[in-house]
């Protein structure tokens, strides 16, 4: 007994609320409509251009409020138009395009509206006034989320919130930032992201003042419900449903939300066997999508009742019923598919038009970049051949200086001579044709994708390491600090030239001074390049190549770690006969350097190289150790 009553009080309510929400949608339309008619007579009588302004934008107002769209948009483009010819006021033509721009998204041209707030967007720009930035975004973020384009959509939600930050700064409002925050979660609940939309909607929970604005509860209500019947708690959502409707009565601006929210609460009752209350609300739904002319609606809500009505319910069981709204559904399917096809060309001949003004407005940007770049591009080439063409004429002249030293130094003297020969094969193996044309090819290629940010960057980095090299390249020992900002220069670009197919990473123990470590110049670098070269760049999916200082006893351990194929696998491809386009000598180099190093300055300086093995012995990588005695 206690259920039923429970039951009979929730459709009473349920009826009363929706009664009193139709009585005060009467009454106020009557109210708007006087007030329509008092401006009308009030701008006849009008002789100033400023005072029609002012009364057309209130007609305006007053007929979108009484559902007269088409009016609102004439009055407020006569607005508009005194307002342009009389060179009135900048701020009042954004607003009336602002106004415009969000009437059209109402009514459903979503096409025409993103032309209005591209015009809004540059007037605001303009007048440098951020709330209007954020407002002209937030219609480009409706605007894409009607028409399915949902990342561009959020892209501007995201750009409204920031200007509405930026606007409500020390004002301690932010009615602007909530809304902003649940038309992210409803775009996100369009893209069947449930989980993503209750956490945007929840953050209105941070905005406590906000939220006492009708406009934003309405929503949050709304947005809730859904998210929740998305999520398949029916429960929950049916509460947010019935917590909308008496707030629906008591806000002066309509909306179409009502007729999602009846029509969803018609679909959980259909889901509970509670036929009478799905086919009221359902009807509730099909009149009210009827008032705004919302096909989607009147589809969704004639195609429940002809489901409810057709033979085989146990209450709802009228054949004439069933087909007199199947045929509803059907002429608003038929009128949805027409408009889609509409919106679609539209659609297409505004991107187009998007792009061919894009287009030119960057050619001439993106023609002067690619040219400059060429330049520099030549001018660099230029320069690095003439740098390796000096430093090999000068450890050549340094090579004879050293044959004509005495009888006494002949055997130190072999040894210099032998460094001094390694020096300059390590020197040609880091600035070889092959690295250099490879560097500029990618920078060629990115500048033909006209990614001239990418380029740049490329560019950059590339004439950070021929700098550092040749600083370094008169020197024997170099400091590890340098050594190690060459292996990440180098280790940057040949990730950024195979598209970020290997990861990296350089790790330094705290309590080592890389400044106070001195160490043979270029003499990690080969082994990061043969990991990278030999090791990665054979596997499909890529790999890493992690380099980490460490401190053991006396020694300072440089550990160049990959997860390629491993030498073994690695020699037999070259034995196969696989094409390569990689050759590196840099590790018998680096051997043969640290040997003579060794003899020369009396250091132990010591090369250790690892063939990693997963847990069924096959090759997992390789890892070279390198160890320096710190002194």
Same mark, same amino acid.
């Given at each position: 007994?206690?259920?039923?009553?429970?039951?009979?009080?929730?459709?009473?309510?349920?009826?009363?609320?929706?009664?009193?929400?139709?009585?005060?949608?009467?009454?106020?339309?009557?109210?708007?409509?006087?007030?329509?008619?008092?401006?009308?007579?009030?701008?006849?009588?009008?002789?100033?251009?400023?005072?029609?302004?002012?009364?057309?934008?209130?007609?305006?107002?007053?007929?979108?409020?009484?559902?007269?769209?088409?009016?609102?948009?004439?009055?407020?483009?006569?607005?508009?138009?005194?307002?342009?010819?009389?060179?009135?006021?900048?701020?009042?033509?954004?607003?009336?395009?602002?106004?415009?721009?969000?009437?059209?998204?109402?009514?459903?041209?979503?096409?025409?509206?993103?032309?209005?707030?591209?015009?809004?967007?540059?007037?605001?720009?303009?007048?440098?006034?951020?709330?209007?930035?954020?407002?002209?975004?937030?219609?480009?973020?409706?605007?894409?989320?009607?028409?399915?384009?949902?990342?561009?959509?959020?892209?501007?939600?995201?750009?409204?919130?920031?200007?509405?930050?930026?606007?409500?700064?020390?004002?301690?409002?932010?009615?602007?930032?909530?809304?902003? $925050?649940?038309?992210? !979660?409803?775009?996100?609940? #369009?893209? *069947?992201?449930? &989980? %993503? =939309?209750? +956490? /945007? @909607?929840?953050?209105?929970?941070?905005?406590?003042?906000?939220?006492?604005?009708?406009?934003?509860?309405?929503?949050?209500?709304?947005?809730?419900?859904?998210?929740?019947?998305?999520?398949?708690?029916?429960?929950?959502?049916?509460?947010?449903?019935?917590?909308?409707?008496?707030?629906?009565?008591?806000?002066?601006?309509?909306?179409?939300?009502?007729?999602?929210? $009846?029509?969803?609460? !018609?679909?959980?009752?259909? #889901?509970? *066997?509670?036929? &009478? %209350? =799905?086919? +009221? /609300? @359902?009807?509730?739904?099909?009149?009210?999508?009827?008032?705004?002319?919302?096909?989607?609606?009147?589809?969704?809500?004639?195609?429940?009742?002809?489901?409810?009505?057709?033979?085989?319910?146990?209450?709802?069981?009228?054949?004439?019923?069933?087909?007199?709204?199947?045929?509803?559904?059907?002429?608003?399917?038929?009128?949805?598919?027409?408009?889609?096809?509409?919106?679609?060309?539209?659609?297409?001949?505004?991107?187009?038009?998007?792009?061919?003004?894009?287009?030119?407005?960057?050619?001439?940007?993106?023609?002067?970049?690619?040219?400059?770049?060429?330049?520099?591009?030549?001018?660099?080439?230029?320069?690095?051949?003439?740098?390796?063409?000096?430093?090999?004429?000068?450890?050549?002249?340094?090579?004879?200086?050293?044959?004509?030293?005495?009888?006494?130094?002949?055997?130190?003297?072999?040894?210099?001579?032998?460094?001094?020969?390694?020096?300059?094969?390590?020197?040609?193996?880091?600035?070889?044709?092959?690295?250099?044309?490879?560097?500029?090819?990618?920078?060629?290629?990115?500048?033909?994708?006209?990614?001239?940010?990418?380029?740049?960057?490329?560019?950059?980095?590339?004439?950070?390491?021929?700098?550092?090299?040749?600083?370094?390249?008169?020197?024997?020992?170099?400091?590890?600090?340098?050594?190690?900002?060459?292996?990440?220069?180098?280790?940057?670009?040949?990730?950024?030239?195979?598209?970020?197919?290997?990861?990296?990473?350089?790790?330094?123990?705290?309590?080592?001074?890389?400044?106070?470590?001195?160490?043979?110049?270029?003499?990690?670098?080969?082994?990061?390049?043969?990991?990278?070269?030999?090791?990665?760049?054979?596997?499909?999916?890529?790999?890493?190549?992690?380099?980490?200082?460490?401190?053991?006893?006396?020694?300072?351990?440089?550990?160049?770690?990959?997860?390629?194929?491993?030498?073994?696998?690695?020699?037999?491809?070259?034995?196969?006969?696989?094409?390569?386009?990689?050759?590196?000598?840099?590790?018998?180099?680096?051997?043969?350097?640290?040997?003579?190093?060794?003899?020369?300055?009396?250091?132990?300086?010591?090369?250790?190289?690892?063939?990693?093995?997963?847990?069924?012995?096959?090759?997992?990588?390789?890892?070279?150790?390198?160890?320096?005695?710190?002194?």
């Amino acid at each position: 007994m206690k259920c039923t009553i429970t039951k009979v009080s929730i459709c009473v309510f349920s009826r009363g609320v929706l009664f009193a929400l139709f009585f005060f949608l009467a009454t106020f339309l009557y109210a708007q409509q006087y007030k329509v008619d008092s401006l009308v007579s009030l701008i006849a009588i009008t002789n100033t251009d400023t005072g029609k302004i002012d009364l057309y934008e209130k007609l305006g107002d007053a007929y979108r409020s009484a559902k007269k769209m088409d009016s609102s948009i004439l009055s407020f483009q006569l607005a508009l138009d005194i307002n342009k010819k009389n060179n009135y006021s900048v701020q009042h033509q954004c607003w009336n395009m602002a106004a415009m721009d969000y009437i059209l998204f109402e009514m459903g041209n979503y096409l025409l509206s993103l032309t209005y707030a591209e015009n809004h967007l540059k007037l605001s720009e303009q007048l440098n006034d951020t709330s209007q930035k954020g407002a002209a975004h937030l219609v480009f973020g409706h605007d894409y989320r009607e028409l399915g384009n949902y990342r561009q959509s959020l892209d501007h939600y995201f750009k409204a919130f920031y200007y509405w930050n930026i606007f409500h700064v020390g004002r301690h409002e932010e009615p602007d930032n909530i809304y902003t $925050l649940l038309c992210i !979660a409803l775009t996100y609940l #369009k893209m *069947n992201k449930p &989980d %993503s =939309a209750l +956490f /945007y @909607a929840n953050q209105r929970f941070q905005y406590p003042k906000a939220m006492s604005v009708h406009r934003n509860l309405l929503l949050a209500e709304r947005i809730s419900g859904d998210i929740y019947l998305a999520k398949g708690d029916d429960e929950t959502a049916l509460k947010y449903y019935r917590d909308y409707l008496p707030d629906y009565t008591e806000y002066e601006e309509r909306n179409r939300d009502l007729c999602f929210v $009846l029509n969803n609460m !018609a679909r959980i009752f259909i #889901k509970r *066997n509670q036929t &009478d %209350s =799905a086919v +009221f /609300y @359902a009807k509730m739904a099909l009149t009210s999508a009827g008032e705004y002319q919302d096909q989607q609606n009147i589809y969704d809500a004639a195609k429940l009742l002809s489901d409810l009505y057709e033979p085989g319910h146990s209450i709802h069981n009228d054949e004439l019923q069933a087909f007199k709204y199947f045929r509803i559904a059907e002429a608003a399917k038929d009128s949805m598919a027409n408009i889609e096809k509409i919106r679609q060309i539209q659609l297409l001949s505004f991107n187009e038009k998007v792009r061919e003004k894009e287009q030119q407005d960057a050619d001439a940007r993106e023609a002067a970049k690619e040219r400059m770049i060429i330049i520099i591009s030549a001018i660099l080439v230029v320069i690095v051949s003439f740098l390796i063409w000096y430093r090999i004429k000068q450890l050549r002249l340094k090579y004879k200086t050293i044959l004509e030293q005495k009888e006494a130094e002949k055997l130190k003297t072999t040894y210099e001579k032998k460094m001094l020969e390694l020096e300059s094969k390590a020197l040609r193996a880091q600035m070889n044709p092959h690295f250099i044309f490879n560097c500029l090819n990618s920078i060629k290629a990115l500048v033909q994708k006209k990614d001239e940010d990418k380029a740049i960057t490329y560019l950059t980095t590339f004439s950070k390491l021929i700098r550092t090299i040749f600083q370094n390249s008169d020197k024997r020992e170099i400091t590890l600090y340098d050594e190690m900002e060459t292996c990440r220069l180098y280790t940057q670009l040949e990730s950024m030239r195979f598209g970020n197919k290997f990861n990296y990473s350089f790790a330094v123990d705290n309590t080592i001074d890389l400044k106070s470590v001195m160490v043979p110049a270029l003499i990690i670098q080969p082994f990061i390049e043969n990991a990278i070269w030999h090791g990665i760049m054979p596997k499909e999916d890529g790999g890493y190549v992690n380099v980490t200082v460490n401190r053991l006893d006396e020694n300072i351990c440089c550990m160049i770690d990959d997860n390629g194929i491993g030498r073994e696998i690695s020699r037999q491809n070259k034995f196969k006969g696989e094409p390569s386009t990689h050759q590196s000598k840099g590790v018998h180099l680096t051997q043969s350097r640290l040997d003579l190093n060794n003899l020369i300055n009396e250091r132990s300086a010591s090369l250790e190289v690892i063939d990693k093995k997963d847990d069924e012995g096959k090759a997992a990588g390789t890892a070279v150790v390198v160890k320096f005695r710190e002194i």
